[in-house]
């Protein structure tokens, strides 16, 4: 019942878009259909009107709990020889380190997120560069060819970050 919009319609393109944040949703629909309706569409948990607020604080505590332990048990990411190091930031091929840019290593974690997955490059300047960067889908192809001359082994012939054409990229490994 948002104005211009439906709840249910800006959880649908969250989850399209691939973000992962926790989402609670507080309604006064509160029947089985719409609880199930909301949960098949992606939402974490649903929380119908009348509630009472420590119960609210209870969910989203426990909504953080859980966000904290994924964290946790997905800091570390290796892939052949490659290893991402999420919450260091760090980044090594064989052993040693790769000196990446903060938008490098925040471009590469987003595809390693999710291998095989293509972006869109549009996506990824929102997800990297945020929705107010004033940059084009260039900047993208850019940091793209900065990574693969830092990772791979012929950046002409990537074998880990690949373009799928007309689309994007894709981490493949």
Known sequence: MLPGFSGLEILSELRE??????????????TTDNKIEGLDL????????????SELFARVEALLRRRRAEKRKNSRRVYGDLM??????????RGDEVVLSAKEFDLLALLAGSPGKAFRR?????RVWGFG?????????????????????????????KTVRQVGYKFDL
């Open 17 to 30: 878009k691939g973000r992962d944040v926790p989402i609670l949703i507080l309604s006064a629909r509160g």
């Open 42 to 53: 992606g939402a974490d948990d649903y929380l119908s009107k009348p509630f009472a607020l």
């Open 84 to 93: 991402i190091d999420l919450p260091g930031r760090r980044v090594t091929l």
């Open 122 to 126: 549009a996506d990824i300047l929102d």
């Open 133 to 161: 960067f004033d940059g084009t889908t260039r900047t993208v192809d850019n940091f793209i060819l900065s990574l693969r001359q830092k990772i791979e082994a012929d950046p002409s012939s990537p074998i880990i970050i």
